[in-house]
C-alpha cells in the first residue's frame, strides 16, 4: 500500500461547481496534512494546511479530515478556469523522521 | 525572504558526466528535501535533511547519487555518472521542523536533461 494515495484523473468539473479532491494515508499517527497545488511545469505551492479532524476554510477551498478514515480530502466552490492544475496531497510521518510524502496528485481541469 | 533558491534552472549533460544540483534553503529553516519528478513516478522524496544531517537517504536510487549539507544555507545533489533515466525535475524544499511537522516551501526546480 502506498503511504498517500489519491486518484490521479483527470478530473473534469464545469465551471462554477465543486470540485471534489480525495487523499488517503497510511500513518495513523500523522498529525498534519497539507493540499499543494502544482500548475504546468512549475514547483507546487501549499493552499491549504489541516490539522484537526473537520473543516477548514480559507476562501473557496475546504480541506476536510477524517483520521479515523484516515481520509482528507479538498473542496474547491465555484471553480474557475485558474484552478485547472494536478493536486498534491502531503503528509508528514508522526515519527521523529519527519518526511513528507506527497500523493502521485490529481489532475484537475476545469471547462468553460 | 527569496525563497528557496535552486540552480541551475536547466541543465543539459551528456550520459556519463557529473551533474551537480544546488539548493539554498529558506533562512532559519532547518528541514531540506530533495525530491524529484517525472510524469511516471510523480514526485519522490530522495533524502531529506535535519539540522544539516542526512536523516533518510531511502530514497536515493543508486550509488550515483549523493547529497551533501555543508551548512544551514547550502546543499548539493550529485549524479555521477548521468544516465539518460535520471532526466527528471529535481525540486528542493525547505521547512522549519517543531514539534508540529510544517509545510515545505519549493524552490523553482532544476529540469535535468541526460542526453
Known amino acids: 500500500q502506498k503511504e498517500v494515495e489519491q486518484n490521479s484523473g483527470p478530473l473534469s468539473v464545469p465551471e462554477g461547481a465543486i470540485a471534489s479532491l480525495n487523499c488517503t494515508y497510511s500513518d495513523r499517527g500523522s498529525q498534519s496534512f497539507f493540499w499543494y497545488r502544482q500548475y504546468s511545469g512549475k514547483s507546487p505551492e501549499l493552499i491549504m494546511s489541516?490539522?484537526?479532524?473537520g473543516d477548514k476554510e480559507d476562501g473557496r477551498f475546504t480541506a476536510q479530515l477524517n483520521k479515523a478514515s484516515q481520509y482528507v480530502s479538498l473542496l474547491i466552490r465555484d471553480s474557475q478556469p485558474s484552478d485547472s492544475a494536478t493536486y498534491l496531497c502531503a503528509v508528514p510521518g508522526y515519527s521523529s523522521a519527519s518526511k513528507i510524502i506527497f500523493g502521485s496528485g490529481t489532475r484537475l481541469s476545469i471547462r468553460p | 525572504d527569496a525563497g528557496v533558491i535552486q540552480s541551475p534552472r536547466h541543465e543539459v549533460t551528456e550520459m556519463g558526466q557529473e551533474v551537480t544540483l544546488r539548493c539554498k534553503p529558506i533562512s532559519g529553516h532547518n528541514s531540506l528535501f530533495w525530491y524529484r519528478q517525472t510524469m511516471m513516478r510523480g514526485l519522490e522524496l530522495l533524502i531529506y535533511f535535519n539540522n544539516n544531517v542526512p536523516i533518510d537517504d531511502s530514497g536515493m536510487p543508486e550509488d550515483r547519487f549523493s547529497a551533501k549539507m555543508p551548512n544551514a544555507s547550502f546543499s548539493t545533489l550529485k549524479i555521477q555518472p548521468s544516465e539518460p533515466r535520471d532526466s527528471a525535475v529535481y525540486f528542493c524544499?525547505?521547512?522549519?521542523?517543531?514539534?508540529?511537522?510544517?509545510?515545505?516551501?519549493f524552490g523553482q526546480g532544476t529540469r535535468l536533461t541526460v542526453v
Open positions: 489541516i490539522y484537526s479532524n
Open positions: 524544499a525547505s521547512s522549519k521542523k517543531t514539534t508540529m511537522n510544517t509545510e515545505a516551501f
